[in-house]
C-alpha cells in the first residue's frame, strides 16, 4: 500500500481504514518501567489496560484509571471516571485519544498477548 503525504489523504485513509488495522492504531507508549521491561516503545491498548491521562483537560491530567472500552469506529478510549457533565446533571464518558495517555499497567490475562510481550523481552 503507497501512502500519500497529504494530511487529506491521510484523513481519509485513517477514518476508512479496515477494523483490524484501526486496532493498530489505537496504540499508546508505555511507562519507562514497561518500556525497558519489554524492550518495545508503544503497544495496542486493551480494555483493562491502565492508563495514565498526560495531555488534554486539567480535571483528568495524571489521573490514572482502566480502559473501560476502546472505540474503533472513532479510534478512541473510553476511561473510567473520565467523564464530563451533560446539561441534565448527568456524567457521559469522554473519549480520549490513545496518543494523550501513557500505559502504567498491561492486562496480560489474554495468554496471546502476554505470550507476545515475553517474546519481545528476549529481543
Do not use: C
Not at 518500556?35 to 495524571?62: L, W
Not at 473519549?95 to 494523550?100: A, F, H, L
Amino acid at each position: 500500500m503507497t501512502t500519500s503525504t497529504k494530511a487529506r489523504k491521510q484523513r481519509k485513509a485513517r477514518a476508512n481504514a479496515p477494523l483490524h488495522k484501526k486496532r493498530r492504531m489505537v496504540s499508546a507508549h508505555l511507562d519507562s518501567a514497561l518500556m525497558k521491561e519489554y524492550n518495545v516503545r508503544s503497544v495496542a491498548v486493551r480494555k483493562g489496560d491502565t492508563v495514565r491521562v498526560i495531555r488534554g483537560d486539567k480535571d483528568f491530567k495524571t489521573s490514572e484509571a482502566k480502559v473501560a472500552s476502546v472505540d474503533l469506529k472513532s479510534l478512541k478510549l473510553i476511561i473510567e471516571n473520565v467523564t464530563v457533565p451533560k446539561a441534565d446533571g448527568t456524567q457521559k464518558p469522554k473519549p480520549v485519544d490513545p496518543s494523550n495517555v501513557l500505559l502504567t499497567k498491561l492486562d496480560l490475562s489474554d495468554p496471546w498477548r502476554k505470550e507476545k510481550l515475553d517474546s519481545l523481552k528476549g529481543a
